[in-house]
């Protein structure tokens, strides 16, 4: 375990910034070896004062900051790879606004950090706003003035150098930041205060604050790298014309009620951002733009937000400061195109949430992550010759909020394209939407070439997605332990998205152990093909649990489909020219009445091993005059329109207990 050391430095002239007075202390003092509790042992010594003099911290020490740390002009504080510093504050958060590093303007900080070993500052008790995080004031020029006064600490920052020097710092991750002094003012993670553009600020992460995680006030630094998670207000906020620029920004917001990914106010510096992803599973606002404010952003991509543009003025009208993607700002669009920043740049940060977005098309092979949750907020699409492989345990969320939107989320495998889903029943792959609203996504669609009575080219009634060909034994890939939630969107009266559409699919497909939960329409839907299921357990699809058309003539076994709500259609609807497809072991269970098996037109089965229990309808014959039941059969024997089917049950529920 490391030691915990007490740094404490005075001024030789008191300052008024403190609320206590020091005195010199340099001993070591080492931690019970047996502690490992995480939190400071009572009793070591503090770090806080005033840093006169050019210091260098240990390396890979653990210091306790219970103060203000002051590094004051002509000094320079250096802080060595694998340095934590703790900021130790009351639960109750009294004292926070008073802990925090300040770099005074003439003062420097050299943050020596690597890949492998970042320095580190938090909050002893990892709770958001517990203390006031880094701030640094600079000699840049800044529309406050000059040597103007911070909202935080009394402060001085400003002047006319605008390539002012404050310092370095590479590979920092600082967490639990922006103590709040009232409603109007709070602390962020990273405040910067007029810096120059001299100041090299790359590799940094700024997790879990209260308030915002960068703000510029003025200035013209610039930072490389640059990844924020959570923080409750803005992840990057400017005003009083920062200039500088950004390059290679991740965002990401998780929990409800933050803010914004950028907030600019005020005069406009025209400030240079080249690669920006921004990943919201919550909803909230992108881009906000108040005031005259404005910025050239180049690499815009935008992922969840119900806003991805909101200018404040109403009376604002010209837009042409903001340049987005090389134009001007369009209220209409979205940006949501593929991430330009890839989150695994940071994955030198241990405490990052592990959330990345799909892109919107794959054309190779993609293998995705299973410690990492996966945002889709539009079309993901495998194209022909391109392979996605989702391992066991690997989550993925769509997100939406409207039907609107929900109709354009979906991921589609086109012919020629392929999906290896490698869930276990210890860990299955689940897709799900953020909202748990049924019918909130598209689903899994698959486009094969089998023979389809649409014909070779057929378009689909959903994406225009061709399917259909004359290749039964078609390989579109494998799914193996698949949990599908809350499909089904609905595009109009007569169309509508199933939780898996299988599109003239194949025998060469392996499907085998699926479930699918809360679908607004069917659960499972075959538009011709020869592919077979294997395993398949449907609950509460609002329109029918299995439903075929177009001469589909594979095999389903092994089906339990649940219903326990109202309205909701069939266990089994079939449409059209009857292939003969092949229903082995079918159970399915009614709390709620409703219809059990549909045939329209000529449509037909041979099922094995059917139990029904709960409908009120058994066998719903759509044509009235349809007399010629024998492409119908139960047990080999034609079906029986008075019978009851209710026999002891042919699939033990307790096979899909691998379904949470």
């Known amino acids: ?101 300040v770099v005074q303007k003439g003062g420097q900080i050299d943050i020596q950090g690597s890949a492998s070993s970042p320095v580190i500052m938090r909050s002893a008790n990892g709770q958001a706003g517990t203390w006031g995080g880094l701030i640094i004031a600079g000699n840049a020029p800044t529309a406050a003035g000059t040597n103007a006064t911070a909202e935080v600490g009394g402060i001085v920052y ?140 180049t690499g815009l991509s935008l992922s969840g937000y119900d806003t991805a543009i909101d200018i404040t003025d109403d009376n604002r009208t010209d837009l042409s400061s903001i340049i987005l993607n090389g134009a001007t700002a369009d209220l209409n669009a979205d940006y949501s195109g593929d991430p330009t920043v890839d989150a695994s740049m940071f994955d030198w940060i241990s405490n990052r949430g592990q959330v990345s977005v799909l892109p919107s098309t794959i054309e190779g092979n993609l293998s995705l992550d299973a410690n990492n949750e996966y945002v889709i907020s539009s079309i993901v699409s495998v194209e022909d010759g391109a392979k996605l492989t989702i391992p066991a345990g690997t989550q993925i969320t769509a997100r939406s909020d409207s039907e609107t939107s929900a109709t354009s989320i979906y991921i589609v495998v086109q012919r020629g394209g392929m999906i290896d889903i490698q869930g276990t ?27 389809t009575d649409a014909g070779a080219n057929a378009t689909a009634e959903v994406g225009g997605i061709i399917y259909g060909g004359d290749e039964d034994n078609d390989n579109s890939g494998s799914i193996e332990y698949l949990v599908l939630k809350d499909a089904g969107a609905s595009i109009n009266s007569e169309s509508q998205y199933n939780g898996l559409s299988l599109y003239a699919v194949g025998s060469g497909t392996s499907i085998e152990n699926i479930a699918i939960l809360n679908g607004a329409d069917d659960g499972v839907e075959f538009f011709g093909g020869t592919v077979s299921i294997k395993n398949i357990y449907l609950e509460n699809n609002e329109d029918d649990a299995v439903d075929w058309t177009e001469g589909w003539n594979g095999t389903i076994e092994n089906t339990y489909v649940n219903h326990t709500i109202n309205n909701f259609s069939t266990a089994i609807e079939a449409d059209k020219r009857n292939a003969n497809p092949k229903v082995i072991n079918f159970t399915a269970v009614s709390t709620t009445g409703g219809t059990a098996l549909q045939f329209k037109a000529t449509s037909g089965a041979v099922i094995e091993g059917l ?50």
Request: glycine share 10%; with cysteine.
């Open 425 to 451: 029943e210890n860990n299955p792959v689940v897709m799900s939407s953020t909202s748990g609203e049924a019918g909130s996504w598209g689903g899994l669609v698959i486009a094969g070439n089998a023979s």
């Open 1 to 101: 375990m490391k030691k915990l050391k007490k740094l404490l430095l005075m001024s030789a002239v008191a300052v008024g910034l403190f609320a206590t007075s020091c005195s010199s202390d340099n001993n070591i003092e080492p931690i019970d070896p047996t502690d490992d509790s995480g939190q400071i042992p009572s009793g070591n010594l503090e770090l806080n004062g005033s840093v006169e003099e050019d210091r260098t911290l240990d390396a890979a020490e653990t210091y306790s900051l219970t103060g203000i740390l002051s590094v004051e002009s002509g000094a320079t504080l250096t802080i060595p790879a694998g340095t934590e510093i703790i900021a130790d504050t009351d639960t109750d958060q009294s004292d926070a606004t008073n802990v925090y590093i």
């Open 158 to 297: 400003g002047g006319e150098d605008a390539s002012d020097d404050s310092g370095s710092i590479n590979y920092l991750v600082l967490s639990d930041a922006g103590a709040s002094i009232n409603s109007e003012s709070q602390f962020n993670g990273l405040s910067l205060y007029a810096v120059g553009s001299e100041t090299s600020i790359q590799n940094v992460a700024l997790i879990n604050g209260a308030d915002d995680g960068v703000e510029f006030f003025g200035g013209s630094v610039a930072i490389t790298n640059l990844y924020l998670e959570n923080n409750e207000d803005d992840a990057v906020d400017w005003t009083e014309r920062w200039n500088g620029s950004l390059e290679n920004v991740y965002v990401l917001h998780t929990i409800e009620n933050f803010s914004t990914a950028i907030e600019a106010d005020k005069e406009n510096g025209n400030p240079i951002i080249n690669n920006f992803t921004a990943v919201s599973t919550t909803g909230g606002t992108a881009l906000q733009f108040k005031s005259v404010s404005g910025a050239t952003i």
């Open 611 to 660: 139990s029904l229990s709960g409908y009120e309808t058994i066998i719903d014959i759509t044509d009235d005059n349809r007399t010629d039941l024998t492409g119908i059969t139960v047990d080999g024997v034609v079906v029986d329109l008075t019978a009851a089917y209710d026999a002891e049950a042919t699939v033990d529920v307790a096979m899909f207990d691998w379904v949470d």
